[in-house]
């Protein structure tokens, strides 16, 4: 490697005010990657969060609210605990109380990107980043389609991974005691950036710049403390692990687009795999 990784940048909500201009009956913080940006929101019963004519699907997840969302001809009931993937177009998302709503666009959403804390490391399209490709439509064509998050937790695992056509989540289950720093996974991503998208708890990440052939480029090791909620992007090259402090459950959500072939490829490993087909030729 001859250029030093980018710096990791994201977004402090928890201490960051508030946009109170995005959407009705909401406070708003948003955050952003090369490919995805990412929206909390704070809302108050009856907040309608809405999309005129967005380019492309996006990701909901509300967790403890329900809400009745419409996207064309169709209207739904979510119970609180799930993710819906809306479609390109029109949309409505209406909570039923006070509560947390998280959202994940593409960086298509071009007009959410431009409002993120972190909208400055990106002024310059980074080189680092594998361009975002559009993953074929989905069984059936594009609709609501919405998962109870309580229906994929599995024995052997953590993770809970759904796709679109653009997007890629790793919902993880609850860590309810501090991680087993003994036990931490530290690796790294050769073309794409991980949004690690922290709902509850307080996160230590643990960051390793790659050296370079010049020391002048070479960055110390950095541990970076989170509350909740709040997003850290870890550029690609960057070895990084994550794990949770204190006493209360770490809640975490990895966000990555496009989705990865990585994952995909793995028998079993993405909930909805039967709805969202991969690209031709992905798996050679």
Known sequence: ??????????????????????????????????????????????????????????????????????????????????????????????????????????????????????????????????????????????????YALADHVRPDTNMRIFRSTNLMLNVMTARNVPRDTSRLTPHSHADFEQGSLAIGGVYIHHLRYPWTPDMATWRDDEHVEMESPSVLVIPPTVIHTSRNIGDQPGRLIDVFAPPRVDFSLREGLVANADEYPMPEGASK
């Not at 799930?82 to 994940?104: C, F, K, N, Y």
């Not at 980074?126 to 439509?137: M, S």
């Open 1 to 146: 490697m001859s250029a030093p990784a980018r710096p990791a940048s994201g977004g402090w909500h928890y201490k960051e005010p508030p946009l109170a201009d995005v959407d009705a009956g909401a406070e708003t913080w948003i955050a952003r990657g090369a490919n995805f940006v990412t929206v909390v929101s704070r809302v108050a019963a009856g907040a309608v969060l809405a999309r005129q004519d967005n380019p492309d699907e996006y990701m909901l997840l509300n967790d403890q609210v329900g809400v009745t969302v419409t996207a064309g001809d169709e209207t739904i009931e979510v119970p609180p605990d799930s993710l819906t993937i809306v479609p390109p177009g029109a949309s409505r998302v209406v909570a039923a109380r006070d509560g947390q709503i998280v959202r994940v666009f593409s960086s298509r959403a071009q007009d959410l990107a431009a409002r993120a804390s972190n909208a400055a490391a990106y002024a310059a399209p980074p080189g680092d980043v594998a361009p975002l490709q559009p993953w074929p439509e989905p069984v059936g064509g594009y609709r609501l389609r919405t």
